[in-house]
Every structure is written in structure tokens, then in C-alpha cells.
DNA sequence: TGCAAAAACTAATATTATTAGTTATTATAT
DNA sequence: ATATAATAACTAATAATATTAGTTTTTGCA
């Protein structure tokens, strides 16, 4: 009965991540962490904002460790080889942690700058691995988003069964984010345009 | 205090739907889609079974308009041209029900047949337009799932506020998606290679 | 007109999140 | 070394939700 210590916010985080990727972030709640962690439920209200801070937290340390690897595995590379070294990387980590990624493109809970902060960061890196295209700045953004698209849209229909047949996912992918990358010099050299919109 | 009738089961997802679309699936509840109906919330589950149910029986019904809409997007259309319509149609299905579009993607529920056979007809259909480019049944099997990475990923993104920026959206997709129609060919001629596997 | 089926209802239970107020433990400062 | 302040656990209580069981009302048909 001895009343429990040392808990401190890594390790809550730590079980929370175990819970939603191994169960599903559903499955995350107040209540099964608690149990998790031999406490009542109301004490994680000393760690933690209630579930959406919890979720949040959760999504923000995420991030960053997406961040950290992302940038590992574009360093010393440019080009056609960093886009697919930081493809690879993404789908690796949201495979290896399903609940964490989907929470970290949730809807934003009470500390969201964080979020917000490392996401700016994941895009300047993206503006960085960007440069050696020569594209226009606006140029850029649009090829950023349509990356963004393409990793994301993959992971998550892969995560959530989408993909039925029994046929080799990683040559999708790889089939895929190299489509993307063989297109980029189409936006280079004007035979993908994008007008310029009058908001910059 | 007439106890009401004529509820059926159409009425319960058109109530169901716009609650989804327009404040979120996370608020669909059998509590606030009981209240909206006037009813009682045991009383659902005369049309419903269960939260699980609703959901399913949205998606089932969501993603059965969305076929129907691409299909018609389609018809009389072949190649690029195809495509182009049936990303157009994706997306705009994806921004006028952002609510039923998340749950057509959602974890398999009840009735999990329905959804995966509306699902099956979609890919269908995408075979059919793939037919203009010459591949092979396995080259089109990949190409599709990339098509989708791309369409999902996009609409998945936009509306969970992925695209802070404030330039043009429908640019970002248009690039997008000519990226990777453009992409197609390299995928005939062998420049983006699918290595067969052993599993057909 | 009566009867069977459908669909509403009330009542009760379990789970979860959350708040308030309390107690015990830790760390600090005298 | 001891008193004190802060931290983090706890219990108790409340509200919201989903769900089940059992009942009543209404409808539509025989």
C-alpha cells in the first residue's frame, strides 16, 4: 500500500505511447493509462491537462522525435536521394508508431504551439532538402505540400487497411515517392505550372 | 408528449451526417444525434446497432455517394482527362462531408462488408482508367494505390489544418495531381521499375 | 375490432472524464 | 534535526455517455 513516487511526465508519456500504439489510440484513455501506471486516474491530473493535454503531449514529443529522425536521415544528402532517404524514414516511424503519428496530425489541444512549432520546423527542413531544385520559393511550398501528401496519404491508408491485396507495399511506395520525385524538375522547367496567386 | 413515429433508418443518417460534417465525428454521439431527432437515445437502437453501427452504417452510406459521384466523374472520360475529374470529384466529396469522409476510412465496424464492397468497386473503377496507359495488371495495382496516397493525403491533410500557409490549396492539388499523372508514363516505359514479386 | 410487430419509452448499470477537497510524502529552510 | 511548503498521491462526488432489460404505445394487418 505504499503510496507511489517518482513518477515523472517521461515515463507517463512513455506509457501512453505503448498503449496507443500497441492498442490504438482509442484505447487511450484516462483510465487504462492509470491502471498502467498503479495510480488513480484523477492523479494524472498532476502531470497531465486531462486526455486532450495528454493526447497533446504525446503529439508534440512525437513530432519531435519524427523531427530528430528526419533530420538524421537527410543530413549529408540532397536531392533525389534525401526526399527518399526522409521517405523512408517517415513511413518507418509511422509504422513503428501508429498511435503517436496519427495523434500528431490531431486536432490541436490546449498546447499547441509546440506542435505548431515543430511542424514549422519539419517544413523548413523540407524547404532546406528543397534547394538544390532551383525551384521559385512559391514553387517550393507547392511541392512541399504535394511530399506531405503523398507520405501521409500513404501511411495512413496502409495504417488503416487500406490496402487490401497481398502485394508488396514498400514497392508502392517506393513506386510512388519516386513518380513524385521524377515530377519535380516538370515544375522546374514550367511544364507543371503553378500561376502566381495574388496573396504570395 | 405524442410519442413520435416515421423515423427510418434514411432520416437517421441524414441527421447523423450533418451532425458529423458539421461539428465533427468526434461530436456524433447517440447522445446529441438522439437529441437532434427528438428521440431518446435506447431508441436508436430500433435503426442502429450501437455507436459502432452508426458509424459504419455512415460510412457504408457515404462512401456509396462517393462512388457514385466519381463514377459519373468518369464516364465518358479516359486518361489524364479521367483521372483529372476523378481527383476533382475526391476532394470536393472530401471538403463538402469532411465528417463522412473520415469515417469512410475509419476501423471496419458491424457491418464491415458493405464498405469493403463499395470499396471494391472503387478500385474497379480506377482499374477501368487505368486501362489507357498499357500497364501491367500489377503496374496498375501500384499506380493506384499511389493515386490514392495522393488524393487521400491531400484531403486528409487539408482538414486537419496540415497547410498553414495562406496560398491557394487548389493549386497545391492540381500540381500534385499532375505530378503524378505525369508520372504514369515512366511508369510504362520502365523508367520507374516494379520488380514482380513472388505473390503475384 | 383485435392482434402482432415495430418503435418508442423508462429504469438501471458500467465506463469514462473531471473537479473538489484531503492526506501523505518529499524537499527545503531554518 | 525539525518545521514547513510544495508536490503528488488519494477518496468522494458529479456529469456525460453507451448499453441492456423490460415496458408501453402505436401502427398496420388479419
Do not use: C, W
Not at 517521461?10 to 492509470?34: F, K, N, Q, W, Y
Not at 521517405?87 to 499547441?112: K, N
Not at 515517392?177 to 500561376?195: C, L, M, Q
Request: glycine residues 10%; aromatic residues 6%.
Amino acid at each position: 500500500m505504499s503510496p507511489r513516487i517518482g513518477l515523472d511526465l517521461p515515463a507517463v508519456i512513455r506509457a501512453a505511447t505503448e498503449i496507443a500504439d500497441t492498442h490504438g489510440i482509442e484505447s487511450l484513455t484516462l483510465a487504462s493509462l492509470a491502471k498502467k501506471l498503479n495510480i488513480r486516474t484523477p492523479s494524472l491530473y498532476n502531470h497531465v491537462d486531462g486526455l486532450p493535454g495528454l493526447r497533446n503531449k504525446l503529439a508534440a514529443h512525437g513530432l519531435e522525435l519524427l523531427y530528430e529522425k528526419l533530420t538524421l536521415a537527410a543530413v549529408g544528402r540532397s536531392g533525389d536521394e534525401a526526399i527518399r532517404a526522409f521517405a523512408d524514414t517517415y513511413l518507418e516511424f509511422a509504422r513503428a508508431h501508429p498511435g503517436v503519428y496519427e495523434l500528431t496530425l490531431g486536432a490541436p489541444g490546449p498546447d499547441a504551439a509546440e506542435v505548431a512549432e515543430t511542424g514549422k520546423k519539419l517544413v523548413d527542413l523540407l524547404m532546406r532538402l528543397m534547394e538544390s531544385y532551383g525551384l521559385t520559393h512559391l514553387q517550393s511550398i507547392h511541392v512541399i505540400r504535394g511530399l506531405r501528401s503523398v507520405l501521409h496519404g500513404f501511411a495512413s491508408l496502409e495504417q488503416r487497411g487500406g490496402f487490401g491485396l497481398p502485394i508488396d507495399l514498400d514497392v508502392s511506395y517506393r513506386l510512388l515517392v519516386d513518380t513524385f520525385v521524377a515530377g519535380i524538375p516538370a515544375v522546374r522547367n514550367g511544364k507543371i505550372t503553378v500561376e502566381e496567386q495574388g496573396e504570395q
